[in-house]
């Protein structure tokens, strides 16, 4: 059981908070609301306030007190000696859900590592004081031996942390290298948390990743290849969604997972339409960008959930003609056509035209070809083989060249068209 608390009074800002809450597993038994100027040093809230939930503390029987700010250790402490009760704050609550939610060898590291450094500016207090309450532990003397030992212990597994996790992203970085090898382009979806990235992802890649309302239901990167109109492929990744405040220990905790995303060749930006907060929540996704360094990268914005808002699939295009945005529903399905297409027009931007004449015995390469690229036209010269058109990116192309059957000779000089991207 718990209870909340929040100084600001939206009730969207409010029902994140719920949402927060049970996505820790926390039934709600009481939401008490109070507006400050500024914190009290001490407690955060005033006397009164402290003194009300102390009183729903003990009526309801809570056990957990959720802050909707971010506490310093002292205002905590302070809040649990009235409240006589746990209290825990924002970033708290997040790392809480984040260590439930880790699966990966890797993000379950990167839990603990954000776990400890928000533990270890806490330290001072253990729980203690609690307990001296109820009757139990004694003396100051034992128990600051004790944090001395703490203290050691948390910054021992910190530096063993930090070392596995530069191994495991020594090894992340040389798979990517190995997916570099072929050039398909990534795209990663990115958007505030419960915006619909994993139910989009598993529209377009048709495969089964968890989706569910609950905030960071999806911690550890996912990637997959698809298909677009046009016989280009990209790889397309699915992330940890952001959420505004995200405690900083964790943008840094997570930074090699987000490697993927500011390595990205494209980013989809999904924006939950139904929200009231979205044009906030577009803010905060851009600003942890901006964090990792992704701000530049390109972006089409995704608006999701139409269904809820009655919208009709639509996209429309910037002032250079690209398109922009995407109006669909990943519930429905509706707009999925439009979005595939908005991501082929993006990759054809890059693309231009290419002929190339392989002799008979080059039919592997013309297999490859075939496989991997998109043929416009193929004819048979009379001197035999194939002369052969393609639409290639500047990566492909280079690629190509660097195959061990492949012929500079085979290329055949000729002005080269960019592609203009297709009408809607
Ligand atoms: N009505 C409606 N609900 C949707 C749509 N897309 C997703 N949802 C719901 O929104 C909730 C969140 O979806 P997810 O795909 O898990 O969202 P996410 O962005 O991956 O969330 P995190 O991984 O937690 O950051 C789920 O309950 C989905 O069923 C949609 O197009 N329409
Ligand atoms: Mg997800």
């Not at 253990?126 to 034992?142: A, E, F, N, S």
């Not at 046009?230 to 905790?253: C, M, N, Q, Y």
């Not at 529903?329 to 027009?345: F, H, I, K, N, P």
Request: aromatic content about 4%.
């Amino acid at each position: 059981m718990q209870l909340r608390l929040s100084g600001r009074l939206e009730p969207e800002v409010l029902e994140e908070l719920r949402l927060l809450a049970v996505s820790a597993g926390a039934d709600v038994c009481g939401t008490i609301l109070g507006s400050r100027q500024v914190p009290d040093a001490a407690t955060f809230v005033g006397k009164g306030k402290a003194e009300e939930i102390r009183d729903v503390v003990a009526r309801e029987q809570a056990d957990l007190v959720l802050v909707n700010h971010d506490l310093s250790p002292a205002q905590e402490r302070n809040l649990e000696k009235i409240a006589n009760c746990r209290v825990l704050d924002r970033t708290g609550l997040i790392l809480d859900i984040f260590a439930q939610r880790a699966h990966s060898a890797e993000g379950k590291l990167q839990v603990e590592l954000a776990q400890l450094e928000h533990m270890s500016t806490r330290l001072v207090r253990g729980w203690t004081h609690l307990g001296r309450q109820k009757g139990g532990i004694g003396l100051r003397g034992p128990g600051e031996t004790q944090l001395e030992t703490d203290r050691r212990l948390i910054r021992d597994r910190i530096k063993k942390l930090n070392e596995r996790l530069e191994q495991v992203s020594v090894q992340r970085r040389s798979r990517r290298k190995a997916r570099h090898k072929v050039p398909i382009p990534t795209v990663s979806l990115v958007g505030y948390t419960n915006a619909g990235k994993s139910s989009l992802f598993n529209r377009l890649t048709a495969s089964a990743v968890y989706a569910a309302d609950q905030l960071f239901a999806t911690l550890d990167p996912t990637m997959r290849r698809i298909e677009l109109p046009g016989k280009a492929s990209v790889i397309l990744g699915d992330t940890v969604g952001f959420i505004r405040h995200l405690p900083h220990d964790l943008v840094e905790a997570f930074k090699s997972t987000l490697e993927e995303v500011a390595e990205a060749d494209l980013l989809l930006h999904v924006v939950d339409a139904a929200n009231p907060e979205r044009l906030d929540q577009m803010q905060q996704v851009n600003n942890v960008l901006a964090e990792i360094e992704a701000q530049s990268i390109a972006q089409i914005t995704v608006f999701n959930k139409i269904d809820l808002t009655g919208e009709a699939p639509r996209f429309e295009r910037d002032a250079n003609g690209h398109i922009s945005r995407v109006w669909v529903s990943a519930r429905t399905g509706e707009g999925m056509d439009l979005l595939l297409q908005a991501l082929a027009d993006h990759f054809r931007r890059h693309r231009q035209r290419y002929r190339f004449c392989l002799p008979p015995e080059a039919g592997r390469l013309r297999a490859v070809l075939y496989e991997r690229f998109d043929v416009i036209r193929e004819t048979a010269p009379e001197t035999g083989g194939w002369m052969l058109e393609l639409a290639l990116e500047p990566a492909q192309l280079a690629w190509l060249r660097q195959q061990s059957d492949f012929r500079e000779s085979y290329q055949v000089p000729e002005a080269e068209s960019i592609l203009a991207p297709t009408g809607s």
